[in-house]
């Protein structure tokens, strides 16, 4: 039976845990820049490996979970940089692994990999997350008011994404005012998967591998990289999958009409509720006029003057 005080992680980085350990292993990682640590289960897992192979971890967000600050405190492998990316990525060391799990939009993501590969003599590894469904194609804006003019789509806050339609729908999948969605999907600029292809399109050095699973993780890295054969041997196979691809479509599928029951059941309980209201008014109105009558008719009747 699962117990109930786990998480499903049903969006999580950190499904990929063991496949990332394995990867800063390949790549003799010895400092590794997290950005966006979301609940920081990931963070602290990447902690303990750190921990036990001489490593740091920077985490960059701009609001650190409570956990991630706390383990902070009780340990050097890890150093918490509360500021947004990319901007907050100007005051940190150059890294051996980066992993983006941010702002999940084409503006955002650009200006990662313009900094991380910045530098042709340094070979350093990027993990990326939500380069599936929604975000490939789609982006998403945390905080759409700290980027640059012109680099957002029209969004909405309300609205959600289904899979196999551009425009965004009343429900589906949404960030339930925690993030928006641009309203349409593809096109220009418009995506994470896309910022990487568009950044790859003039490094024809780089390699890319997609794991399409739990909304897709990207790998890219120096073909020239020390570790490039090595790295190639654990991820190529899984490039692209087919059966991974299949399984995905059939989670999201999943995902989505979980999401519809759930809202179902939440407009039939306001439904409910709202009747519950309307009759409790009915009875209050009724149990005062049925006090009236009864005081009237203790008095008795009144003698005409």
Same mark, same amino acid.
């Given at each position: 039976?699962?117990?109930? *005080?786990?998480?499903?992680?049903?969006?999580?980085?950190?499904?990929?845990?063991?496949?990332?350990?394995?990867?800063?292993?390949?790549?003799? !990682?010895?400092?590794?820049?997290?950005?966006?640590?979301?609940?920081?289960?990931?963070?602290?897992?990447?902690?303990?490996?750190?921990?036990?192979?001489?490593?740091?971890?920077?985490?960059?967000?701009?609001?650190?979970?409570?956990?991630?600050?706390?383990? *902070?405190?009780?340990?050097?492998?890890?150093?918490? @940089?509360?500021?947004?990316?990319?901007?907050?990525?100007?005051?940190?060391?150059?890294?051996?692994?980066?992993?983006?799990?941010?702002?999940?939009?084409?503006?955002?993501?650009?200006?990662?990999?313009?900094?991380?590969?910045?530098?042709?003599?340094?070979?350093?590894?990027?993990?990326?997350?939500?380069?599936?469904?929604?975000?490939?194609?789609?982006?998403?804006?945390?905080?759409?008011?700290?980027?640059?003019?012109?680099?957002?789509?029209?969004?909405?806050?309300?609205?959600?994404?289904?899979?196999?339609?551009?425009?965004?729908?009343?429900?589906?999948?949404?960030?339930?005012?925690?993030?928006?969605? !641009?309203?349409?999907?593809?096109?220009?600029?418009?995506?994470?998967?896309?910022? @990487?292809?568009?950044?790859?399109?003039?490094?024809?050095?780089?390699?890319?591998?997609?794991?399409?699973? @739990?909304?897709?993780?990207?790998? @890219?890295?120096?073909?020239?990289?020390?570790?490039?054969?090595?790295?190639?041997?654990?991820?190529?196979?899984?490039?692209?999958?087919?059966?991974?691809? *299949?399984?995905?479509?059939?989670?999201?599928?999943?995902?989505?009409?979980?999401?519809?029951?759930?809202?179902?059941?939440?407009?039939?309980?306001?439904?409910?509720?709202?009747?519950?209201?309307?009759?409790?008014?009915?009875?209050?109105?009724?149990?005062?006029?049925?006090?009236?009558?009864?005081?009237? *008719?203790?008095?008795?009747?009144?003698?005409?003057?």
């Amino acid at each position: 039976m699962t117990d109930p *005080a786990t998480p499903l992680l049903l969006h999580s980085l950190s499904t990929f845990g063991g496949c990332i350990v394995r990867c800063l292993e390949i790549a003799q !990682a010895r400092r590794v820049v997290e950005i966006g640590s979301e609940t920081g289960v990931l963070t602290l897992e990447l902690v303990s490996w750190a921990a036990e192979h001489e490593a740091t971890v920077v985490s960059v967000d701009p609001e650190p979970p409570q956990r991630v600050l706390e383990r *902070a405190a009780e340990t050097e492998a890890l150093v918490v @940089v509360a500021g947004a990316s990319p901007e907050a990525l100007e005051d940190v060391e150059p890294a051996d692994v980066y992993i983006i799990d941010g702002d999940h939009n084409h503006s955002c993501v650009s200006r990662e990999l313009a900094h991380i590969f910045g530098d042709p003599q340094r070979m350093p590894l990027a993990i990326l997350h939500d380069v599936g469904w929604p975000c490939a194609r789609r982006d998403a804006y945390y905080a759409p008011e700290r980027l640059p003019e012109g680099a957002t789509h029209p969004y909405s806050y309300d609205k959600g994404a289904v899979p196999g339609r551009s425009e965004l729908v009343h429900g589906g999948f949404r960030g339930v005012g925690q993030f928006a969605f !641009a309203e349409h999907e593809g096109g220009e600029r418009n995506g994470v998967l896309t910022a @990487v292809e568009d950044f790859l399109k003039e490094r024809e050095d780089l390699r890319l591998v997609t794991l399409p699973a @739990v909304f897709g993780v990207a790998f @890219v890295w120096s073909t020239r990289a020390p570790f490039a054969a090595a790295l190639e041997a654990e991820l190529g196979p899984l490039d692209r999958d087919p059966l991974l691809e *299949a399984l995905e479509r059939n989670r999201i599928a999943l995902y989505v009409r979980t999401i519809e029951l759930q809202d179902l059941v939440g407009a039939t309980s306001s439904r409910a509720d709202r009747v519950i209201a309307e009759l409790d008014e009915r009875i209050g109105a009724l149990e005062a006029e049925n006090a009236r009558l009864l005081f009237a *008719a203790a008095e008795g009747p009144r003698d005409e003057a």
